[in-house]
């Protein structure tokens, strides 16, 4: 901006000195402060050589050209706030991949809603889209290509006296900066996952036809002193940002290079967020980070000489050397857990290399705090975990669940997986198959492996297992996976789970469904139960309530149950309800 502020006032300078006669062809031409040159030339470098500097123009300026400077409230001098002011707009987001865009949505919602825009949930009513991206996968990145095909037909239609902008926020915004202002000619504005501060101001670029971008990735920004507005205000669960980007450098991974660095937020300020969401209601909140318990915090001076190491869990490495000093992941979840007792706790997404056993005995020991943990495996083969640089082998994953479950006894495990990795055998393969087996995961997310460019696989390695082969593998992996996952529901049949209820199911209108303690979705009916155990006066349930639920039936997927009572999560595990011990989670 600071280079076009010059331009024109350079413009505005050159007037009063600068004359050129109509008839340019063979006559003599007036230049800055009265000099004169010789007959024009065709040739450039003789235009350029005997005609006025920079010098001349800044010499003659009638305006003072000074530096801009940035304020300390990170004004921009040459920006008013009629500048950036939304005037009511209405603006669409479109949110697509993991629980960061949600989180990110929320931020960039915050930004725009505080510079006067308004928000609608209905595409056709909104002068502005944000499609809020994400780039881990090709087929994710192909429905947003496909989507923005559809909003440069909304253009086309839309009247000319109120146009219709489109922006895209995030991974892929990040990542195809390029391709998407050549390519989909739709696309008014670009913002990188770091630059949602900077929304109000490329939005009013757009509005004098300019197309604008900032996709530039910050060492720093964490979004501390934004308070998210929630896109979903009256949901009793709640996301919370904990840190932002990743140092892992996993060779198949495109993070690294759309979400930057690892940085995280002040302790202050996530402790704020949760203690405003408890007062909200809120009865469950996921902390957030793209490798989230390598959270550190280092925001004040005393933490930043702390001189002990990060503790990893046993056989696991990293590719950078170990970090020293700060607030780790242990520290945060205990003051975190701490702010209300009757809030869940729950953490994604983990490495498995960050689970020292101080994070393990809080989770133990703390009530409101799930016992769920997300282990991403990613493959079981030693060989193709090396290929990935994940830092460890199959025998230290294997040995790391065997000490989580000896130290969380009832704990619910998760895990990612990706077949087809650049060089995987079928020998791989099956030790993939084989690890599935035996951990025997409550839920896994599958996908079969997506080049990324950038990556370090990209530019190392070779994606040589054929498509076909990848689906087979893909479609073997997911029937041993459910098989485990039926299995470990089948086996809760009969007990009797604490479960917070979300709301209607989205199937049946005359059930409720929510989730327990292990994050297995629970439907139950929806029916009036009694106010507490052993009462007589009954109430009807709602989105936020603890319930007491006898588990009756389940799928792979799904456990459903009959509702017992309202309860309360501190209370919970002392009931005994029909003669059976309250569990929050089997064993597994």
């Keep these: 901006m600071y280079s076009i502020c010059l331009r024109m006032n350079l413009i505005a300078s050159m007037r009063p000195y600068w004359s050129v006669q109509k008839n340019l062809q063979g006559q003599f031409r007036t230049c800055c402060a009265g000099h004169t040159s010789d007959k024009i030339s065709t040739n450039s470098s003789t235009k350029l050589k005997d005609g006025p500097s920079l010098q001349d123009f800044l010499k003659y300026s009638t305006e003072d050209l000074r530096p801009v400077e940035i304020g300390e409230d990170g004004t921009v001098p040459y920006l008013n706030e009629d500048d950036v002011w939304g005037g009511r707009r209405k603006v669409y987001f479109e949110t697509y991949g993991c629980q960061m865009n949600v989180s990110d949505t929320e931020i960039a919602w915050s930004v725009l809603k505080d510079s006067g825009y308004q928000r609608t949930e209905s595409v056709n009513d909104a002068d502005v889209i944000l499609a809020v991206t994400c780039a881990i996968r090709e087929n994710a990145e192909q429905k947003i290509w496909t989507r923005l095909q559809q909003f440069r037909a909304m253009k086309t239609r839309r009247n000319k006296s109120r146009p219709l902008k489109v922006g895209v926020l995030g991974c892929m915004a990040e990542r195809l900066k390029k391709d998407l202002l050549e390519r989909e000619k739709s696309v008014d504005l670009i913002a990188g996952p770091d630059a949602y501060r900077d929304l109000p101001r490329l939005l009013s670029l757009t509005e004098s036809g300019q197309r604008a971008a900032n996709v530039v990735l910050s060492l720093e920004e964490t979004y501390a002193d934004v308070m998210p507005v929630r896109m979903n205000a009256g949901a009793p669960t709640a996301f919370v940002s904990i840190m932002r980007g990743c140092d892992n450098m996993c060779s198949y991974c495109i993070v690294p290079f759309t979400r930057g660095r690892e940085r995280s937020r002040p302790i202050r300020s996530i402790l704020e967020e949760v203690r405003a969401l408890s007062g909200q209601g809120v009865k469950e909140v996921t902390l957030l980070g793209q490798n989230v318990n390598s959270y550190r915090d280092m925001s004040e001076q005393q933490q930043q000489l702390a001189g002990s190491p990060t503790n990893l869990s046993a056989g696991f490495g990293t590719i950078y050397r170990k970090k020293k000093g700060g607030l780790r992941f242990s520290a945060l979840l205990d003051r975190v857990s701490q702010v209300d007792p009757e809030m869940r706790i729950r953490f994604v997404s983990p490495h498995p290399k960050d689970f020292p056993d101080e994070v393990l005995q809080l989770i133990r020991d703390r009530p409101n705090i799930c016992n769920h943990l997300h282990l991403p495996a990613q493959s079981g083969s030693s060989q193709v975990l090396q290929s990935m640089r994940r830092n460890h082998t199959r025998e230290a994953y294997l040995e790391l669940v065997q000490h989580v479950k000896e130290v969380i006894p009832d704990v619910s495990l998760s895990s990612d997986f990706i077949v087809g990795f650049c060089g995987e055998t079928e020998d791989d393969h099956n030790q993939t198959l084989s690890l599935a087996r035996q951990v025997r995961y409550d839920n896994a997310y599958l996908f079969a492996y997506s080049m990324r460019k950038k990556t370090h696989a990209y530019h190392k390695l070779m ?83 603890y319930v007491a639920v006898k588990i009756t039936s389940s799928t792979s997927q799904v456990l459903k149950g009959i509702p017992l009572a309202h309860t309360n999560l501190q209370g919970f595990p002392s009931l005994t309800l029909e003669g059976q011990k309250a569990v929050n989670i089997s064993s597994t």
């Design 463 to 545: 994606d040589d297992v054929p498509a076909g082969v990848k689906q087979r593998r893909l479609a073997e992996l997911i029937d041993v996976c459910r098989k485990g996952m039926a299995e470990a529901n089948a086996e809760r049949i009969g007990q009797v789970h604490l479960v917070l209820v979300e709301g209607l199911s989205k199937k049946s209108p005359s059930d409720l469904a929510g989730r327990n303690d292990g994050n297995t979705k629970v439907i139950i009916p929806n029916m009036d139960i009694p106010d507490e155990v052993g009462g007589q006066q009954c109430s009807a349930m709602k989105a936020g309530d």
